[in-house]
């Protein structure tokens, strides 16, 4: 479902004397179809810029990144977006909504945006939020307002909303309860039995246990300094 | 006629200048023809596009009627009719029927116009659009595209605040179902007389724009589907002739307060008690009581 | 898919200066394209040729008419093209005085475009004013007063009511949040992104504000001295701009 070929990332910073900083080389991965990958290394080693040029959120200067039949490295803006609504979930660590959005429209937009009827949307949206023990009294309010914690339960309500065939998870077990992370655990063992390929960064080993099929190591694919 | 002046005041270019302006509106019904206006001997606002207009039709044959408000004996209408017989020296008339050229400000008579005569009207304010749009250059360009939502705006307006649509003179109309034209600030009561035998000419001095209506041409008030255009009108007769057509006057009588409707049309009410009709304050008129007697 | 506006190579000089050069871009149906740059950049300039406000020097504006398919509105006719922004074009200007009727009631407001379309019913009229109003979230009772008794957040979304209310498919924007108050931004971007979702428009929005096209536009369009300096999407031009002068833009905002 996801497939990354030879993929090399460098930044040029043109206003701190155009310095170039390499990021990512020769990268290779594959996930199939139910599979969750975990991806480790060290901070800074480019967890989170593999997870965003797969996203598209970075420009990769070079290999390929297949979602399904589409390739992020030179897909046109607008079939990027096409991906993201219907293929490609990304669970952030930050919640970015526009404020004075009540809750239960925040966590319905997914799936209002692939053609749900809203009244299906708020189904599933109260749902996930009551799974994840977000208050009812909470949900007309603006997650804006929430403390960190709900924050992140409310985007991950969001990120599992619509059922993507291929998901990306930035810790998603971060600031959570024991209780809450069990839950979000369950959404991604469902999500896999549901076939969906996902990629994610745990910092909690034990959780990376136990929902992830095998382990890849993003320093290998960090530059050595020349 | 005082021969130091050319005939009719203006010297004859003038008046080619402005025949041709009128030639061209009553070329283009409606249409609002920029034309160089001249001083006149008289104040913006007293009638000096009306008084250019009848200089340029006059010619030494026609009879002149003059009316302010209907009424040959007002301030603007006296002086303009003299100002005329000095400079023309023309005949003049308050009777419309013997008329040729009729100029007027306000009103149109309450007797229907034939086809031998031509009346005058004194515009303020030439523009139908101006009142929502300011910019000259953007009604011109909405005349020319024929963009006159703009117009409805303002009836809407009138039914939001008053529930019905509150002009009651210079009430806009669409001529032959092209151009939308300020017919003057008659009353809207007026409007359906427009539609007439007559050669309808209007001049606007301030503002430097003649139009025309040529005989016979479809004149529509505009309104809504579900608030149509009403004429409106009194709903008593005149005090003085009694007449229950004709479009009337309030005039307070006494330092009580008393009132009484009179036609706006003084030759018509004239004409009407002449023929023996008497209102509820009018008094018979002499002819009639000695015909009695 | 045809594009629902196809803009190829404008350029606008006023004299020797220049105002914006060989741009070009493709807008989807339901597309909201951000263009950001600091004042003086030709943002305006760009907008302004698009809508048929100013005429470019050079190039072409396609839009998919919805009887004759995909036109240049630059090389038609003036009546058809003024026909165009007053039923499938819209335009919000910054200062909402520019697309508001001041002395017209907000009702009157509303209403006229559907009378300039030839809507001659006062009854229909109004219960559409009334609808829009209720849809920008302004009380039914101000239906008769005057924008001008109205505050500026308000007013800009009665001109934005007064905008939609002929179903357009395509939006102008420019600067819509500029001027208001930033809790007043917060909800008039709401309601502009529900109404884009809700009635699938397309929009070009011009601001110089990152903040409002990372919530507003789907892809973005930074310019610097007439030209267009960079595009991708939105979040992709923020997250990891590639020149120098975007970089140095994202960077220069202040946090909060």
New interface residues.
């Given amino acids: 479902m996801i497939n990354i070929e030879n993929v090399s990332k460098s930044f040029t910073l043109h206003n701190q004397n155009s310095v170039v900083i390499p990021v990512m080389k020769n990268a290779n991965l594959k996930v199939g179809a139910g599979e969750c990958v975990g991806l480790t290394g060290s901070s800074g080693a480019g967890k989170s810029t593999l997870m965003r040029m797969i996203y598209g959120n970075y420009l990769t200067q070079s290999g390929r990144i297949m979602v399904g039949d589409v390739n992020v490295v030179t897909a046109l803006p607008r079939e990027i977006l096409n991906l993201r609504r219907d293929t490609l979930g990304y669970v952030s660590q930050f919640l970015r909504v526009v404020p004075r959005v009540s809750t239960l429209d925040v966590v319905s937009e997914p799936l209002l945006a692939v053609g749900v009827d809203r009244e299906r949307a708020h189904e599933r949206a109260r749902l996930l939020l009551t799974k994840l023990r977000i208050p009812e009294r909470l949900w007309t309010l603006s997650p804006l307002t929430f403390s960190g914690g709900e924050q992140q339960r409310v985007n991950i309500a969001r990120g599992f909303a619509h059922e993507y065939p291929a998901m990306l998870l930035d810790e998603p077990t971060a600031s959570l309860d024991a209780a809450n992370r069990e839950t979000v655990l369950s959404l991604i063992e469902d999500a896999k039995a549901h076939g969906a390929a996902i990629i994610g960064i745990f910092h909690d080993d034990a959780a990376r246990a136990q929902v992830c099929d095998w382990e890849v190591d993003v320093s290998v694919f960090t530059p050595k300094a020349a | 006629m005082n021969s130091e002046y050319n005939f009719a005041y203006l010297d004859e270019q003038t008046k080619r200048m402005i025949r041709r302006a009128l030639l061209k509106g009553v070329a283009i019904p409606g249409y609002q023809v920029p034309f160089a206006s001249r001083e006149m001997p008289m104040p913006y606002g007293w009638g000096t596009g009306g008084v250019q207009v009848t200089a340029a039709c006059l010619t030494p044959d026609d009879t002149l009627k003059v009316i302010d408000q209907g009424a040959d004996d007002t301030t603007n209408a006296v002086s303009i009719r003299k100002f005329f017989e000095k400079t023309a020296g023309v005949a003049v008339s308050d009777e419309t029927a013997k008329a040729t050229v009729i100029q007027t400000r306000h009103r149109i008579p309450e007797r229907d116009l034939s086809e031998n005569q031509i009346i005058v009207y004194q515009v303020p304010i030439p523009e139908p659009l101006r009142f929502l749009e300011p910019r000259e250059t953007e009604t011109r360009k909405m005349h020319a595209l024929e963009e006159y939502g703009l117009m409805h705006v303002k009836l809407y307006e009138d039914i939001a605040r008053h529930g019905h649509i509150a002009t009651s003179y210079a009430y806009p109309v669409m001529i032959e179902g092209r151009y939308v034209m300020d017919p003057s600030p008659i009353p809207k009561f007026d409007n359906p007389k427009m539609e007439m035998a007559a050669l309808q000419l209007f001049g606007a001095g301030r503002e430097q724009r003649i139009y025309a209506v040529p005989p016979y041409t479809k004149v529509v008030s505009l309104d809504f589907e579900d608030y149509p255009f009403e004429k409106g009108g009194a709903t008593q007769g005149c005090g003085l002739c009694d007449a229950q057509d004709s479009y009337l006057d309030e005039m307070i009588m006494d330092d009580s307060g008393a009132r009484m409707s009179v036609c706006s049309d003084s030759d018509y009410c004239r004409e009407r008690r002449d023929a023996g009709y008497v209102g509820e304050m009018g008094v018979p008129q002499k002819t009639v009581t000695e015909d009695a007697a | 898919m045809t594009p629902l506006l196809k803009v190829e190579n404008i350029s606008k000089y006023y004299g020797n200066r220049l105002g914006c050069r060989n741009v070009s871009f493709d807008l989807?149906p339901g597309?909201v394209l951000g263009i950001v740059g600091e004042s003086g950049s030709g943002k305006s300039t760009l907008l302004n040729c698009l809508a048929g406000h100013q005429e470019p020097d050079t190039g072409e504006v396609i839009f998919d008419t919805r009887v004759d398919g995909p036109k240049d509105t630059i090389t038609m006719p003036?009546?058809e093209r003024?026909m165009l922004s007053?039923t499938d074009w819209a335009f919000v200007h910054q200062n909402p005085r520019d697309g508001l009727?001041m002395?017209?009631?907000a009702?009157?407001n509303v209403?006229?475009?559907?009378?300039?379309?030839g809507e001659?019913?006062?009854?229909n009229?109004?219960s559409v004013a009334l609808d829009w109003l209720d849809k920008v979230e302004i009380s039914e009772d101000r239906?008769?007063d005057r924008p001008s008794e109205f505050s500026g957040g308000m007013q800009q979304r009665l001109q934005i009511a007064r905008n939609l209310v002929t179903a357009p498919r395509l939006i102008f924007m420019d600067e819509p949040t500029g001027g208001l108050d930033v809790s007043v931004q917060?909800?008039l971007?709401?309601l502009l992104?529900g109404l884009v979702?809700e009635l699938g428009l397309s929009a070009v929005v011009v601001t110089h504000d990152l903040a409002v096209v990372?919530?507003l536009a789907?892809?973005l369009m930074v310019m610097k001295d007439g030209h267009v300096v960079e595009?991708?999407?939105t979040?992709?031009v923020l997250?990891?701009p590639?020149?120098?002068y975007t970089?140095?833009l994202v960077?220069s905002v202040l946090q909060v």
């Fill in positions: 989807y597309e003036e009546p003024r007053r009727r002395s017209v009631s009702g009157g209403g006229e475009r559907l009378m300039a379309v001659r019913h006062y009854g009229i109004r239906v008769d917060a909800r971007l709401d992104r979702r990372r919530l789907d892809r595009t991708g999407l979040d992709q997250d990891d590639q020149h120098a970089q140095l960077s």
